[in-house]
């Protein structure tokens, strides 16, 4: 009986040792995870010194409380081919529905300045917004040809971010950069990097709002707390 239980005892512990080593082989460490260290030296412990009082779009449109007074290019979710193959798309591509000459990138909402990262042609501003309930989230410009402001600037929806590339400029670099990768963002731990290495659904939705339904749901004046989804 005594030789039983040995046995037994040994076999339950041989299976809970090989299911542990089973469990860690099947959990593959992201790339975000890979590369997140790499970022954090561009990213500024600040704390927003306003609360969100209002949503507008990131250019100077004729209203910018309008959704339709900016244009997407390229849709949230997508798969892409560029860089990582497959990664997904974690913003909208937009201009503004009618534009001519250099475009200004303007923050939708007040904030600080909480990461400038990348260079040419992927310069990117992230700004940390602080909302009435006291959660915070994150929006992202990237694809900036000038930077105007600098990491711990407090800035509000007039604030000059940076600019577009012009077509020309976008041209000469063989790309297709004349727009703004905007970015809305439940979260920051990744420094950034999830921007261009986000490879599933759960990860999207770890890190990121759909920004076209955020501008539709939340344009304009805040009242009691923002619609997020
Ligand atoms: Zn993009």
């Given at each position: 009986m005594k030789t039983f239980t040995l046995i037994f005892i040994t076999s339950c512990l041989a299976i809970f040792l090989q299911a542990g080593k089973l469990q860690k082989k099947v959990i593959p460490q992201s790339y975000i995870d890979k590369d997140r260290s790499r970022w954090?030296?561009?990213?500024?412990?600040?704390?927003?010194?306003?609360?969100v009082d209002s949503w507008k779009v990131p250019f100077e449109t004729p209203d910018r409380y309008k959704f339709s007074s900016i244009k997407i290019i390229s849709k949230y979710g997508s798969p892409r081919l560029s860089y990582l193959k497959n990664h997904i798309h974690t913003a909208i591509d937009i201009i503004p529905a009618k534009?001519?000459?250099?475009?200004t990138v303007y923050p939708v909402a007040s904030g600080v300045v909480c990461s400038i990262?990348?260079?040419h042609p992927f310069k990117t501003v992230v700004v940390k917004h602080l909302l009435k309930d006291n959660t915070i989230i994150y929006t992202s410009y990237k694809h900036l040809q000038e930077?105007?402001?600098?990491?711990?600037?407090?800035?509000?929806?007039?604030?000059?971010?940076?600019?577009?590339?012009?077509h020309t400029e976008a041209?000469?670099?063989?790309?297709?950069?004349?727009?703004?990768?905007?970015?809305?963002?439940?979260?920051?731990?990744?420094?950034?990097?999830?921007?261009?290495l986000t490879m599933t659904r759960e990860e999207l939705n770890q890190y990121f709002y759909n920004p076209a339904d955020f501008l539709k749901q939340n344009l304009g004046i805040v009242k009691k707390t923002i619609n997020v989804y």
């Open positions: 954090a030296p561009f990213y500024l412990e600040v704390w927003p010194s306003k609360t534009s001519t000459g250099y475009i990262h990348l260079d930077i105007y402001v600098r990491n711990g600037l407090q800035i509000d929806q007039n604030t000059k971010l940076g600019r577009l590339y012009t041209q000469k670099l063989n790309g297709n950069y004349d727009h703004l990768h905007f970015e809305v963002r439940k979260s920051f731990d990744d420094f950034g990097c999830a921007s261009w």
